[in-house]
C-alpha cells in the first residue's frame, strides 16, 4: 500500500529565507510524486511532479523538488520565501498503475513572517 | 478559462436532505476522479471514471454515495439522506495522461 507522510503540520519562515518542506513517500511501485499548493477558498495546484525522469524536478513559482530513493523521500525548497507562498501544501504519491488515483498527506501549513 | 469547474460551490443542507454536486472535467481528459477534504486533512480519493466507466470506489464511499458520467463527460455525485458527517470539501479532478490530474475549485457542503 502507497501512503506519504508530511513530517511538518506547520512550518513558518521569514520572507527571503529558504523554504524547506519534508515529504516521505512508502510504495510498492515505481511511484509517481507530486507537489500541489491550496490557497485559501482556491483550488488544489500543481507545482511540481517526478514521474521517474530526473530526480531534481523544478516547478513554478521558483520552487523545486529532489526525489531520493535510498531515503524514500520528496522534500520541496525553495531558496528564498515570498510573502504569497503562505498557504497550505500537500504531497501527493500516486500508484504506478491502474487508476493512477492520488495519495495526498495531511498538509504542511506554511506561514511567512514580514 | 478552461478549467476544471464545480457547481455549487457551497451548499447548505439540512441532515436527512439529498443532495448533488456537479463536475464538468477540462474537454479532453477522459479520467475523472471525485475527492473528499476534511477540515485540517488532505484530499482522499473517492471515486474513479475512465469515460463513462466507474473504475474505481473507495470504501469511503458508503451506499448513501452514487456517482455518475453519462456520455464520459460532466460527472454528477449525489448524496443521500445527508449525515452531519458528511460536512467536508468535495473536489473533482481530471487527467488526460497517467500522471498530472488538474482540479476544481471544490464544492463546500455544511449538513445541518
Known amino acids: 500500500a502507497q501512503s506519504v507522510t508530511q513530517l511538518d503540520s506547520h512550518v513558518s519562515v521569514s520572507e527571503g529565507t529558504p523554504v524547506l518542506l519534508r515529504c516521505n513517500y512508502s510504495?510498492?511501485?515505481?511511484?509517481?510524486l507530486f507537489w500541489y499548493v491550496q490557497h485559501p477558498n482556491k483550488g488544489l495546484q500543481l507545482l511540481l511532479k517526478?514521474?521517474?525522469?530526473?530526480?531534481l524536478v523544478k516547478g513554478i513559482n521558483g520552487f523545486e523538488a529532489e526525489f531520493k530513493k535510498s531515503e524514500t523521500s520528496f522534500h520541496l525548497t525553495k531558496p528564498s520565501a515570498h510573502m504569497s507562498d503562505a498557504a497550505e501544501y500537500f504531497c501527493?504519491?500516486?500508484?504506478?498503475?491502474?487508476?493512477?488515483?492520488?495519495?495526498f498527506g495531511t498538509g504542511t501549513r506554511l506561514k511567512v513572517l514580514a | 478559462d478552461t478549467g476544471v469547474s464545480q457547481d455549487p460551490r457551497h451548499k447548505i443542507t439540512k441532515r436527512g436532505q439529498n443532495v448533488t454536486f456537479r463536475c464538468d472535467p477540462i474537454s479532453e481528459h477522459n479520467r475523472l476522479y471525485w475527492y473528499r477534504q476534511t477540515l485540517g486533512q488532505g484530499p482522499e480519493f473517492l471515486t474513479y471514471f475512465q469515460n463513462e466507466a466507474q473504475l474505481e470506489k473507495s470504501r469511503l464511499l458508503s451506499d448513501r454515495f452514487s456517482a455518475e458520467r453519462p456520455k464520459g463527460s460532466f460527472s454528477t455525485l449525489e448524496i443521500q439522506r445527508t449525515e452531519q458527517g458528511d460536512s467536508a470539501m468535495y473536489l473533482c479532478?481530471?487527467?488526460?495522461?497517467?500522471?498530472?490530474?488538474?482540479f476544481g475549485p471544490g464544492t463546500r457542503l455544511t449538513v445541518t
Open positions: 479532478a481530471s487527467s488526460s495522461t497517467t500522471y498530472e490530474q488538474y
Open positions: 510504495s510498492s511501485y515505481s511511484p509517481s
Open positions: 501527493v504519491v500516486s500508484e504506478g498503475a491502474g487508476t493512477y488515483k492520488y495519495i
Open positions: 517526478y514521474t521517474s525522469a530526473a530526480t
